[in-house]
């Protein structure tokens, strides 16, 4: 329902949620499956709305027990009666969460995320979304045909982030839902100590309130600011590209601050990834979306424009490393890395994200040439790629499947799938930092009720999907932010 007054449009509802990604959505689906009424905020137009949501390739990170598990979540596909799945348990879930944040997570709220991420999906597939298994970016064709899917990470939207958006939008205005596009929400209204509402504007510069007995903040961190990122971040980090929404400006963080909410997680570290350097609109690109990543870093080498390497491309499978590789890239000498292949190891990479049309690529006959087209000093590549290829223990068998221990004895090594690059054609990709959201976000507990620093609730807020801080420090398990979403998205709006 909405009035008017002197001061502008008031909405009023049961539940407010601010944010129309998949955590903004997801805590929708859970208020309407209650009876609640809900108006949705979206700060972004129609055609820009999605939050990161729409800029990812609907990875998402459940816990399961093998394709058997899982085969009536997932569409139908031929290739699944030669298909090998390995079971994903919660144990294994909770374990890489421990790895890759070096213990720094909250243990409830990754409790809770393991413990409900399959459950979750199944909930949101009754519902009406779309999921399947991702052959393209999470299995490797064995040489008799099968398929063997790797690193936890095995099912994905149908149609990617933008499938996900679309189906949680029917889904959303079937179920009764009002969204607003275009409403930026600018600060919190408190009466008596309790969150009634918010204030917002809208792009063509009205102004307004929308009431309701529970405010959900669905609206993502602070990555699209540069202010930001050189305040939280660090020195540099107002260079780094955006990959996703350009509207995750931080705004709905700081009106929550404002208000007393305690700051949550990590507001140091974010999820940053190798990022196609070159290619013209490589910000908040709408149509190539997630393909603007370069991720089979872990067949090839990473060199800085000075011709040395600086990372071990092969110390775990992707999904533990691509998130943290990011700001390894963007703190080398002008911010630039390039990941090379030999001809090789070309016909491996992404088909997504290596064969596109008009990507940044630079290709020669030698290693010599392609330092040349990459502007690097010959001497320091070719004596970088001499000594890598020398190092490497080629009595193993090269395994993309499994950590294979096939390791190139340098400095840095790399500690799993060394190839020696010798065989012309050399490829070079230029690739820099892209940020793809923050870890930071508000204090809250497993139900998402914001709390102060004391640890006391703030009646009538809720919090979900990147805005909640503590599950994520410093790098991410590839597939873990939309599972979270879901999770906590339909925690809060099961309580809203």
């Not at 407010?16 to 108006?39: K, L, P, Q, Y």
């Not at 775990?316 to 490393?321: I, L, P, Q």
């Not at 993309?400 to 010798?422: F, H, L, M, Y």
Request: hydrophobic share 35%; with cysteine; net charge negative.
């Amino acid at each position: 329902m909405s009035t008017s007054t002197s001061t502008g449009q008031i909405l009023r509802a049961d539940v407010i949620v601010v944010g129309g990604g998949n955590a903004g959505f997801t805590a929708a689906h859970a208020a309407r499956e209650r009876g609640r009424s809900v108006v949705l905020l979206e700060k972004a137009n129609e055609h820009e709305a999605g939050g990161n949501s729409y800029y990812t390739a609907g990875a998402t990170r459940i816990a399961h027990a093998g394709l058997a598990d899982i085969a009536d979540i997932v569409d139908a596909d031929e290739r699944h009666a030669a298909t090998e799945v390995p079971p994903y348990s919660a144990e294994d879930y909770a374990a890489d969460l421990v790895k890759v944040t070096g213990g720094r997570n909250d243990p409830e709220l990754t409790r809770v995320l393991v413990q409900e991420s399959q459950n979750t999906l199944r909930w949101l597939k009754q519902r009406g979304l779309k999921y399947r298994l991702m052959y393209e970016r999470q299995a490797y064709e064995r040489p008799d045909g099968s398929y063997l899917f790797w690193g936890g990470l095995h099912v994905g939207n149908t149609g990617g982030g933008e499938g996900l958006i679309a189906d949680h939008t029917r889904v959303a205005l079937e179920e009764g839902v009002e969204i607003r596009y275009g409403h930026g929400v600018e600060s919190l209204i408190v009466e008596s100590d309790v969150v009634v509402g918010v204030r917002f504007s809208t792009d063509d510069g009205q102004t307004g309130e929308a009431r309701g007995e529970t405010v959900v903040l669905a609206a993502g961190g602070f990555e699209s600011s540069p202010e930001l990122r050189e305040k939280y971040l660090g020195t540099g980090w107002g260079n780094a590209k955006v990959r996703g929404t350009p509207f995750n400006t931080g705004l709905a963080l700081e009106a929550a601050l404002a208000i007393g909410a305690g700051k949550g997680g990590d507001w140091n570290t974010c999820h940053s990834v190798a990022w196609d350097a070159l290619t013209e609109n490589n910000e908040s690109n709408r149509e190539l979306t997630n393909r603007l990543t370069r991720q089979s870093y872990p067949l090839g080498i990473v060199v800085n424009n000075r011709g040395s390497r600086f990372l071990d491309e092969g110390a775990d499978f992707r999904n533990y490393t691509y998130a943290k590789y990011g700001r390894e890239i963007l703190a080398q000498p002008d911010s630039i890395a390039y990941q090379v292949f030999d001809a090789e190891l070309r016909p491996l990479l992404r088909t997504e994200e290596y064969d596109m049309p008009g990507i940044s690529v630079f290709e020669a006959p030698t290693i010599e040439e392609l330092a040349d087209r990459m502007g690097v000093d010959r001497e320091t590549f070719a004596k970088t790629i001499a000594e890598f290829n020398a190092s490497i223990d080629r009595s193993i068998t090269l395994d993309p499947t499994i950590k294979d221990g096939r390791k190139a004895d340098v400095q840095p090594p790399k500690s799993n799938w060394a190839s020696p690059i010798e065989t012309g054609p050399f490829y070079a990709y230029p690739v820099t930092c892209g940020i793809t959201f923050t870890f930071g976000g508000l204090s809250a507990d497993t139900e998402g009720r914001v709390r102060t620093e004391d640890g006391t609730v703030i009646p009538g807020l809720l919090v979900c999907g990147e805005m909640l801080g503590g599950l994520f420090s410093g790098n991410y398990p590839g597939g873990s932010g939309l599972a979270a979403g879901s999770v906590f998205g339909r925690r809060a709006g099961s309580i809203a």
